[in-house]
């Protein structure tokens, strides 16, 4: 059974985790053992919680109990549920709840990367992409498009930060994921020599004059492939791409040099896993 708590005190410190505490409080990187996020919409809290992720408490509108968040009501046991109607759910936490859900879960350890990529053909490798929102669909885009994996630079925006959870649509909660690294010097020398140590050619998307079409077909042909996307604006650093195996672009038209990062890697994801198809 639920236990279900109406909110009449906004201070009560068990809803600082929804109300007070910023991502970076949340994610707790003294400790990541004590770390939480928050998952946001029953579908996307159900992907959590099939990939494993407990949940701590959770925050939504009474309607919603026996109404669409009442499997995950049910899954979710005898942990602490608030409920208050929308508008003051809204007061509580400073922003609008798609679908008026809210949960509280434990981070979990973040695998290594030989773990990640143990069977894996092809990956994506995020270089320094610092906006949730592009992050979120670039796993989406991942998941979605036949990515074995991802990795992300040690200064990559947080992919359980909420915005990041909920553009992808749980999908970080299905896709393998890793960090390449835990300090800013360890990439990207150091994370590329990983990668072909375990047997990865490296694809950087850049726009230069020696980039090779994406349908390139020693490229395509290649049995391990890390495509590296670059952050917005700057795109990939220039150590990067020189040490990559491969510099690639996408063909486009109409005067158009360049697309979003996240529209990038979904034309990507889709030209090069047809490899993995065969």
């Known amino acids: 059974m639920p236990n279900i ?28 053992a004590k770390g939480l996020f928050i998952a946001e919409s029953p579908n996307v809290i159900l992907r959590a919680l099939d990939g494993g992720y407990e949940p701590v408490s959770l925050l939504m509108e009474r309607k919603h109990i026996e109404g669409q968040a009442r499997e995950v009501v049910a899954r979710c046991g005898d942990i602490p549920l608030y409920t208050a109607p929308l508008a003051v759910l809204t007061e509580l936490t400073g922003f609008p709840l798609t679908r ?8 979990r350890p973040i695998p290594t990367v030989e ?19 592009n992050v979120g669909a670039i796993f989406r885009s991942a998941a979605a ?14 992919p359980l930060y909420r915005r990041a959870v909920r553009v992808s649509m749980g999908t970080v909660f299905q896709i393998p994921w890793a960090q390449i690294g835990q300090e800013l010097s360890d990439w990207p020398q150091p994370g590329l020599k990983t990668l072909r140590d375990l047997g990865f050619k490296t694809a950087a998307m ?7 079409s994406i349908d390139d077909v020693a ?4 049995e391990k492939l890390a495509i590296v996307l670059g952050t917005e604006g700057e795109g990939l650093a220039d150590g990067t791409i020189a040490d990559c195996d491969y510099t690639v672009r996408i063909p486009m038209f109409h005067g158009v040099d360049s697309l979003n990062v996240a529209a990038a890697s979904a034309v990507a994801f889709w030209q090069l896993s047809k490899r993995r198809a065969e």
């Open 145 to 158: 498009l036949g990515m074995d994996a991802v990795l992300l630079t040690p200064a990559c925006s947080d």
């Open 5 to 32: 708590i109406e909110i009449t005190d906004f201070s009560a410190p068990a809803l600082d985790v929804y109300a007070r505490l910023t991502e970076g409080q949340l994610k707790c990187r003294a400790d990541l």
């Open 100 to 107: 008026g859900v809210l949960c509280a879960m434990r981070r």
């Open 115 to 133: 773990e990640v990529l143990q069977g894996a053909r092809r990956i994506a490798v995020l270089e320094n992409i610092m906006n949730p929102t």
């Open 206 to 212: 850049a726009l230069r004059d020696d980039s090779v």
């Open 219 to 222: 490229l395509m042909a290649e």
